[in-house]
């Protein structure tokens, strides 16, 4: 059984840093592409960044410069270091695995 759990969120001023992170297990890690989705109140889920396998990383336009998406394969986790946060960046964040796999969520609140 795949589980996703997502750590790191929490609340912090505009232009302060956060780094989540997702622990997988229940499925080799290292064989799946990942992806940070996020989910504010009343919006549909976005992509925020994804990475694949190889880890090749995409980005929204939204949080190039100033977001990282990374990997760890030896630890199953997958990381996002968010920089320069800004009070938009507020939503739940979820972890994603492919082909169908998603983690509860954490909250990111950036205040202005």
């Known amino acids: 059984q795949v589980q996703l759990v997502e750590s790191g969120g929490g609340l912090v001023q505009a232009g302060g840093s956060l780094r989540l992170s997702c622990a997988a297990s229940g499925r080799i890690f290292r064989f799946n592409d990942m992806a940070w989705y996020h989910q504010a109140p009343g919006k549909q889920r976005e992509l925020v960044a994804a990475?694949?396998?190889?880890?090749?990383?995409t980005y929204a336009d939204s949080v190039k410069g100033r977001f990282t998406i990374s990997r760890d394969n030896a630890k199953n986790t997958m990381y996002l270091q968010m920089n320069s946060l800004k009070p938009e960046d507020t939503a739940v964040y979820y972890c994603?695995?492919?082909?169908?796999?998603w983690g509860q969520g954490t909250q990111v609140t950036v205040s202005s």
């Open positions: 990475i694949t396998r190889g880890g090749i990383a």
């Open positions: 994603f695995m492919s082909p169908t796999y």
